[in-house]
């Protein structure tokens, strides 16, 4: 019989549903059970497209001896780390403390008041490579509880003081400045991988808000090292197997430094990250290989993540079914022999393609299959006939079993994607990407926001789910409208963009400036999560930073920008010391200082020529610049939706572009080349 997940709307709590263990949610009803029973709780943390969360589950959740007695001598409780990344977060801190490394599954034990005693990550059926069996983890807690009961509590008390202890300080630390950011260039200098791109060795991940910090950073001031080591690394990684050379879109990460083999499953955010980061590298070089990356990164979230309801689902799976052995295998979907380009391709064409994608008889994979790539040493072909190629195989890799897709809507991850697509449509002239971008930004305020502008974290089917947003959340979503309000010239997504900016500063803010991950009037857990640096995405921290910094260089709010200047405090502290884990923040800090500026175009919507300067002034490589557009405005009037465009009017009757930085205008300018350099565009 299904357990108590089943009424959840996580698909990954829902792949619990039919455990025989029996599966609590995270809720108080769950730790009161377990006060009354007298038992400790098992709290297991995953997410839908975790491999090694899959093989867990398969090897023992699944298992009725293993369950049974879970269920005899615990309260089993399930958490979706993306539907509730505060209890994923105050635990995985626990771990890393205790451990000193973390991961998913995350398995945690605790007493009836939520205190941890205990934890790890995946445990294997038997003993294996000094690692404990599940089981033997299970039975030495249950004597530990039942025998040492004192000692127990005791570390339990100790690790919640600990943990208590680690409150931050940065709210006197300053805003940074120039300095700062260049002890953070110098800092990630020192860990790049010249031979390979990205920074530190295997496993190695895409590294996308530190790129758009190199970008910013050479935009500000003109680093030839800091656009190099961002462009060499978008380079490798589009070459490698990380991204998948067929249908566009990046994988989790690479268990190799040379971006070969990766971690198959492909998550939104990393691409919306990355899809954004390659488009903002074409707009700084021109590059062809960045278009074509960014383009084919879109459509490919477009494609396969796309929801019926417009949003965009969280993530595909690593795994699929094997054709051969009908075994759910990691990367089965994507690797190829070339045996199996020739089925398709025939010899010609089928060699070729092997040696296009570096497939070999010994494979770079496993069984002697490889990962496709683009190796700078492959044969010479022709675009078309690389385009065919490409096409067939794709549509070869659609007839095998696809990896399952976990299709909630995350409301921060949405907001990623929203901002993403909608500049891919502006830089590359695709208006169907900025409609995907607005209908998705349409979801957001229909399901997600209540009557107050209160975020909830996700949805599913058109389904709210039961979870308050965080921090990230707010940041995130407040960025994907405000980019969408520039390229649309829509000024209603710069009102929802300030609704989300107030929310932060009333339910997230601290009164030395510095912002929690979760609101003022959250759930109360053993400790109020407030993390600064990066994971996989921008923190909610930096990215409610940069939310409120182009919220005031729109409207000229004093108060956002010192609650912006305020935040950065952490960065000031942090940036210098440890960039790799900072570089969103360090990014909203070059925008900081370049301003950020203020364009404001105005024109007629039927002349053409409005269209152009609107365009060039999103093609400015000016860190952070925010861009409104819309009618003239008299001299004697508001703004409108936008009130950068109060007192704008027209120069000699022409679209006319005005463009404001540290409260300094450059002269009003009807000419697209004029404006570009205005606003620092480094290619023609």
Same mark, same amino acid.
């Given at each position: 019989m299904p357990?108590?997940?089943?009424?959840?709307?996580?698909? /990954?709590?829902?792949?619990?549903?039919?455990?025989?263990?029996?599966?609590?949610?995270?809720?108080?009803?769950?730790?009161?059970? $377990?006060? @009354?029973? +007298?038992?400790?709780?098992?709290?297991?943390?995953?997410?839908a497209s975790c491999h090694w969360c899959h093989v867990l589950a398969s090897e023992s959740f699944e298992d009725e001896l293993?369950? =049974?007695? %879970?269920?005899?001598?615990?309260?089993n409780i399930k958490v979706d780390r993306e539907e509730r990344p505060d209890v994923d977060a105050v635990y995985m801190e626990a771990v890393q403390a205790a451990t000193g490394q973390g991961g998913w599954p995350m398995t945690v034990f605790m007493t009836a008041d939520a205190e941890p005693f205990y934890f790890g990550t995946y445990f294997p059926p038997e003993p294996r490579q000094g690692m404990p069996s599940f089981m033997q983890v299970l039975e030495g807690v249950r004597t530990a509880w039942v025998g040492r009961p004192e000692e127990v509590a005791e570390v339990a008390q100790r690790i919640v003081r600990d943990l208590?202890?680690?409150?931050?300080?940065?709210?006197?630390? +300053?805003?940074?400045?120039?300095?700062? #950011?260049?002890?953070?260039?110098?800092?990630?200098?020192?860990?790049?991988?010249?031979?390979?791109? &990205?920074?530190?060795?295997?496993?190695?991940?895409?590294?996308?808000?530190?790129?758009?910090?190199? #970008?910013?950073?050479?935009?500000?001031?003109?680093?030839? *090292?800091?656009?190099? %080591?961002?462009?060499?690394?978008?380079?490798?990684?589009?070459?490698?197997?990380? /991204?998948?050379?067929?249908?566009?879109?990046?994988?989790?990460?690479?268990?190799?430094?040379e971006w070969v083999v990766p971690h198959f499953e492909k998550m939104l955010y990393d691409n919306a990250l990355l899809c954004r980061v390659y488009?903002?590298?074409?707009?700084?070089?021109?590059?062809?290989?960045?278009?074509?990356?960014?383009?084919?990164?879109?459509?490919?979230?477009?494609?396969?993540?796309? =929801?019926?309801?417009?949003?965009?689902?969280?993530? #595909?799976?690593?795994d699929s079914e094997d054709p051969? =052995?009908?075994?759910?295998? @990691?990367?089965?979907? /994507?690797?190829?022999?070339?045996?199996?380009?020739?089925?398709?391709l025939g010899e010609a064409d089928g060699d070729l393609a092997a040696g296009c994608f570096g497939v070999t008889e010994e494979g770079t994979f496993e069984h002697g299959t490889s990962v496709l790539q683009l190796p700078q040493d492959g044969p010479a072909v022709e675009a078309d006939r690389l385009?065919?190629?490409?096409?067939?195989?794709?549509?070869?890799?659609?007839?095998?079993p696809a990896p399952g897709r976990d299709d909630k809507i995350v409301a921060a991850w949405n907001g990623l994607a929203i901002a993403a697509l909608a500049e891919c449509g502006a830089y590359f002239e695709r208006p169907d990407l900025v409609e995907r971008a607005t209908e998705a930004a349409d979801l957001l305020v229909r399901v997600h926001m209540d009557g107050r502008a209160r975020l909830s974290r =996700?949805?599913?089917? &058109?389904?709210?789910?039961?979870?308050?947003?965080?921090?990230?959340?707010?940041?995130?979503?407040?960025?994907?409208?405000l980019a969408l309000a520039s390229v649309t010239g829509e000024g209603v997504w710069l009102e929802f963009a300030g609704f989300l900016v107030d929310l932060v500063l009333d339910r997230f803010a601290a009164e030395d400036g510095s912002l929690y991950d979760t609101a003022h009037d959250a759930e109360k857990l053993i400790r109020r999560p407030q993390d600064p640096t990066d994971t996989a995405a921008p923190s909610g921290w930096t990215a409610a930073a940069g939310a409120l910094l182009s919220y005031a260089a729109h409207t000229g709010s004093q108060a956002h920008r010192t609650a912006a200047e305020r935040a950065l405090g952490v960065v000031h502290a942090l940036g210098p010391r440890v960039p790799r884990f900072i570089?969103?923040?360090?990014?909203?800090?070059?925008?900081?200082?370049? &301003?950020?500026?203020?364009?404001?175009?105005?024109?007629?919507?039927?002349?053409? $020529?409005?269209?152009?300067?609107?365009?060039?002034? #999103?093609? *400015?490589?000016?860190?952070?610049?925010?861009?409104?557009?819309?009618l003239p405005r008299a001299a004697d009037g508001d703004g409108g939706e936008f009130p950068l465009l109060a007192e704008r009017t027209l120069v000699r009757d022409l679209p006319t572009a005005y463009v404001c930085r540290h409260f300094v205008c450059a002269r009003p300018t009807t000419d697209p080349v004029e404006l570009a350099e205005q606003l620092g565009v480094i290619r023609p």
């Open positions: 357990n108590r997940l089943a009424n959840e709307t996580s698909p /990954y709590l829902l792949q619990h549903a039919d455990n025989p263990v029996d599966w609590w949610p995270w809720s108080p009803e769950a730790f009161a059970q $377990a006060r @009354e029973r +007298g038992v400790p709780v098992h709290l297991s943390v995953g997410y293993t369950a =049974t007695y %879970m269920n005899e001598h615990f309260v208590a202890g680690r409150e931050l300080d940065y709210g006197k630390a +300053g805003t940074p400045g120039p300095e700062e #950011l260049a002890r953070a260039l110098l800092g990630l200098t020192r860990e790049y991988d010249a031979a390979h791109g &990205g920074f530190g060795g295997a496993p190695k991940f895409p590294p996308s808000m530190v790129l758009e910090f190199l #970008l910013r950073h050479h935009a500000r001031t003109g680093s030839e *090292g800091a656009l190099q %080591m961002a462009a060499d690394t978008c380079e490798a990684m589009a070459r490698g197997g990380i /991204y998948d050379q067929l249908g566009g879109g990046f994988a989790r990460y690479s268990v190799d430094r488009a903002h590298l074409w707009r700084a070089t021109g590059s062809d290989l960045a278009r074509r990356v960014a383009l084919e990164t879109a459509d490919f979230m477009v494609r396969e993540l796309r =929801t019926d309801q417009g949003g965009f689902a969280s993530a #595909l799976d690593a051969l =052995t009908g075994e759910h295998v @990691e990367g089965a979907y /994507y690797a190829w022999t070339p045996a199996q380009l020739r089925d398709v385009a065919g190629i490409k096409q067939r195989l794709l549509a070869a890799r659609g007839r095998r =996700t949805s599913r089917d &058109g389904r709210v789910g039961s979870n308050d947003g965080v921090l990230e959340d707010y940041g995130d979503v407040a960025e994907g409208f570089g969103h923040g360090l990014s909203v800090a070059e925008a900081l200082l370049d &301003g950020p500026r203020e364009v404001a175009v105005v024109g007629h919507p039927e002349d053409p $020529a409005l269209a152009l300067l609107h365009r060039t002034a #999103l093609l *400015g490589t000016a860190p952070g610049a925010v861009v409104a557009v819309g």
